[in-house]
C-alpha cells in the first residue's frame, strides 16, 4: 500500500515517515508542500492508497490540496495533521469531506491508532498491509 506523505518541514517529514514505517507501511512518497503533492499525485494517483498531509504550507495548503483531492477522488482516505486545535479549522476539515484529523504534536500511538482506523474501514483488496 502506498503513501503519500505531504509535510513542509523536513524533521517533522523526516519522522512521520519514520513512524509510519515502524507501523508497517513501507511504500512511502514524500512531498515539501501541496502544489508538488497535487502534481505528483495526478502522474501517480492509481498508485496511493492514503494521504497523510499537514494543513500550513507553502504554495498550497493541506486544505486547498485536500479540496482539489476530493474533486476527483472523494473517498481517497485523507488525514490531516496539524497544530490547528480551533473550532473554525475542525469545521473547514470536516466541510471539506477530510477522512481524519490529528492535531501535532502527536506520537507514535496516536499516529498508529488514526492510520489503522483508516485502514480497517478500506477495502482489504486496496490494502495490501493487515491494520
Not at 523536513?10 to 515502524?22: D, F, G, I, P, Q
Not at 482539489?68 to 497544530?83: G, K, M, N, Y
Not at 476539515?93 to 498508529?112: E, G, I, N, Q, S
Request: proline share 4%; aromatic share 6%.
Amino acid at each position: 500500500m502506498s503513501v503519500l506523505l505531504v509535510e513542509d518541514d523536513r524533521n517533522v517529514r523526516a519522522t512521520v515517515k519514520s513512524m509510519l514505517r515502524e507501523i508497517g507501511l513501507q511504500d512511502i512518497y514524500t512531498c515539501s508542500n501541496g502544489a508538488d503533492a497535487l502534481r505528483f499525485f495526478e502522474e501517480e494517483s492509481s498508485e496511493v492508497r492514503l494521504i497523510i498531509c499537514d494543513w500550513n504550507m507553502p504554495q498550497k495548503t493541506g486544505i486547498e490540496f485536500l479540496r482539489e483531492i476530493r474533486q476527483s477522488h472523494p473517498e481517497l482516505p485523507f488525514l490531516l495533521i496539524t497544530a490547528r486545535a480551533d473550532q473554525e479549522s475542525v469545521i473547514a476539515a470536516k466541510d471539506a469531506h477530510v477522512t481524519d484529523y490529528l492535531r501535532k504534536p502527536f506520537t507514535l500511538a496516536d499516529l498508529k491508532s488514526r492510520v489503522t482506523h483508516i485502514l480497517s474501514h478500506m477495502d482489504d483488496d486496496l490494502i495490501g498491509v493487515t491494520p
